[in-house]
């Protein structure tokens, strides 16, 4: 569950987020709409503990973001706006890197066997493949197969709540199928938070808005 209470943010003088109040329940799929400018990346930015509020607060199962940060972040995956994903790296290379990075116990082969292997098994190998491309350097990837990587950053250890930031802005018709079959199977066994500005996209995929 999160809790978002309160939150302002401010950058100097522009309010980006003014006293914004919510709730995640866990098991759902949460869209959070608006357009651009609106504050959601701010938000998730905040909800995330990458960036400090003006005011307000962010708990996580009860964990604030910013006095327990590693209790808080242990329970969230992340895919920011723009992928933090390192182009001169192979897909391989990258996981164990976002492995150990996360302090995945047995980092490396196993944990990103485990993280791969529940990405094919619950997802299927043709959604997202990304074992197919793991010795391709990240630069070289498509956009679909870069947002994919990212995605498989955000689930590595198995998170219990998944943010997701406009996961499908920039991909081709089909590329955004497939990412919204593959939210859909995550939300299964996690809690998915994913913002957009396209309204048909959230009502598509999300049960709350
Ligand atoms: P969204 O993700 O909904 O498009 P953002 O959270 O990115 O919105 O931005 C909210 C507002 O805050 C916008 O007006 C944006 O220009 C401003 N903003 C975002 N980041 C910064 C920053 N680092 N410094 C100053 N203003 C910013
Ligand atoms: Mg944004």
Redesign the pocket.
Known sequence: MIEVKNLV?K??N?L??DHLNFTIEEGHIYGFL????????????IMTGYLGATEGEVLINGHDILKEPEEAKKQIGYLP?LPPLYMDMTVREYMEFAAELKKIPKIGEKSYEQAAGFLRIEDGEKLVKIKDVEKRLIKNLSKGYRQRVGLAQAVLGFPEIIIL??PSVGLDPKQIIEIRELIRKLAKKHTVIL?S?ILAEVREVCDYI
């Open positions: 943010k950058y100097g522009h980006a987020v608006g357009p651009n400018g609106a504050g959601k990346s701010t938000t998730m930015n706006e930031d406009e913002s500005h």
